[in-house]
């Protein structure tokens, strides 16, 4: 399409054509882009490249000069999204039900729905319009599934799963296990405890590949609107997490954690049963949270420390073997002194300390 079209389906940006209109087929990096093709300057130390770049158009700031056809905006990183999302679409398959697909009883399909080979859906499931579903999926009983979800190949949503519109869950996730929860009986056996809740997602949500959120005994688990969570991530029994909260690879969150909006829990982050993490909160890779957070805290480690103290700590750190050395040879010059000063007291050239004053 035309760079003007591109540019009246976008918001917060404005044209600057420089006398060009070029036609726009793809996107490419600022180094390798072609005249076809759009890129973006989302950094200072990338400016240079505007002086040799073969690109047809370039997204960039308000006030950086360029000569190129460009789409102008406070955030060139947000609008270049957009653009790859308007100019690469993801694919869709054609609606329909394919012949290897099983369904239940009193399953609802709504229009323009795709079921690919090899689903099975259980029975009194509910799946709006425009949902797909990819080859292998598993939907057990009571499911709802929202308008323009996309559920990929291999996903398993447990019984009294209900999850929103335009959501999507990667290939290999479960959502509806069973919590982990189980009590000692007196014979020293571990009694399961029956997990007879069920998983809400809101809109909006994104989930990883091989991510695990679990149901309660009672309740639900909540996945809140338009959260995004990454691969490989495990969400207990009971969690609720807040609007918008990122979730990085490898989190664990034991049960009934909750979350405020815009948490941002980075990669292996883990949080102990029943902690609670304030709105904006930012927990480093790797870090232990064993109690609550308030909002907007900025914390790494494990325990956790103000993210400030973390990077002093971890400067001095790795300056330890300089420091080990400089006592041990500080310790060896004390030594030193001290046994030449008992020496001179033998010789009697010092004399014996005197008491303080009473």
């Avoid at 020293?188 to 989930?207: A, F, M, R, Y």
């Avoid at 009971?238 to 948490?263: D, F, S």
Wanted: charged share 20%; glycine share 14%.
């Amino acid at each position: 399409m035309k760079l003007s079209q591109l540019a009246a389906r976008l918001p917060d940006c404005t044209l600057d054509g420089n006398g060009r209109d070029p036609e726009i087929t793809g996107v490419a990096p600022i180094d390798a882009a072609g005249p076809g093709e759009i890129s973006f300057i989302g950094s200072a130390k990338y400016l240079p490249h505007l002086g040799s770049t073969r690109a047809g158009a370039v997204i960039v700031g308000k006030t950086v000069a360029c000569m190129l056809p460009c789409l102008r905006t406070g955030n060139p990183r947000l609008l270049f999204a957009r653009v790859l999302g308007e100019l690469h679409p993801a694919p869709r398959p054609a609606p329909g039900i394919h012949p290897s697909a099983v369904l239940g009883g009193d399953v609802q399909v709504g229009e323009r729905v795709s079921i690919a080979a090899g689903v099975v859906i259980g029975n009194r499931v509910e799946l709006s319009d425009d949902v797909v579903i990819h080859p292998h999926a598993a939907v057990y009983d009571d499911v709802t599934i929202g308008t323009g979800t996309v559920i990929h190949a291999g996903v398993v949503l447990l019984e009294r799963t209900r999850i929103g519109k335009r959501c999507i869950i990667y290939p290999g996730a479960v959502i509806g296990g069973d919590g982990f929860g189980h009590e000692l009986a007196p014979d020293g056996s571990w009694l399961k405890i029956p997990q007879t809740g069920g998983v809400v997602i809101e809109d909006d949500v994104e989930i990883g590949c091989l991510t695990a959120i679990d149901r309660p005994a009672l309740g639900v688990t909540l996945i809140g609107r338009g959260v995004k969570i990454d691969n490989m991530v495990q969400v207990a029994h009971g969690c609720r997490i807040g609007p918008h909260t990122l979730l990085v690879a490898q989190v664990g969150l034991a049960g009934g954690v909750k979350t405020g909006h815009h948490v941002v829990l980075a990669g292996q982050v883990g949080v102990a049963d029943h902690v609670e993490i304030g709105d904006g909160a930012m927990i480093g890779a790797k870090s232990g949270i064993p109690n609550d957070v308030e909002p907007g805290a900025k914390l790494m480690g494990y325990p956790v420390v103000p993210e400030r103290q973390w990077r002093r700590i971890a400067i001095a750190e790795r300056r330890l073997p300089e420091l080990l050395r400089t006592v041990a040879s500080l310790e060896a010059r004390v030594a030193e002194l001290e046994g030449g000063k008992a020496a001179r007291r033998q010789d009697g050239k010092i004399g014996p300390e005197k008491p303080n004053d009473a």
